[in-house]
């Protein structure tokens, strides 16, 4: 089941996101990593290459 906030997307704009460069910054303990691995794992199982990396200064 779909998430209320996305159930306004069509399969056409989140299949055209995944195949976009996304990166994620911001404060600490937000969500990144979990969105970023979700997007991933969504992308992976759709047939894309994904590629994660974790960066820190």
Not at 27 to 37: D, I, M, P, Y
Not at 43 to 49: D, Q
């Given at each position: 089941m779909k998430s209320d906030a996305c159930k306004h997307?069509?399969?056409d704009q989140?299949?055209?996101f995944i195949k976009e460069n996304i990166l994620f910054?911001?404060?600490l303990s937000v969500g990144k990593t979990h969105l970023a691995?979700?997007?991933?794992i969504e992308a992976t199982s759709k047939g894309y290459?994904?590629?994660f990396i974790s960066y820190h200064e």
């Amino acid at each position: 089941m779909k998430s209320d906030a996305c159930k306004h997307l069509s399969d056409d704009q989140i299949n055209n996101f995944i195949k976009e460069n996304i990166l994620f910054y911001g404060t600490l303990s937000v969500g990144k990593t979990h969105l970023a691995t979700a997007i991933g794992i969504e992308a992976t199982s759709k047939g894309y290459l994904t590629y994660f990396i974790s960066y820190h200064e």
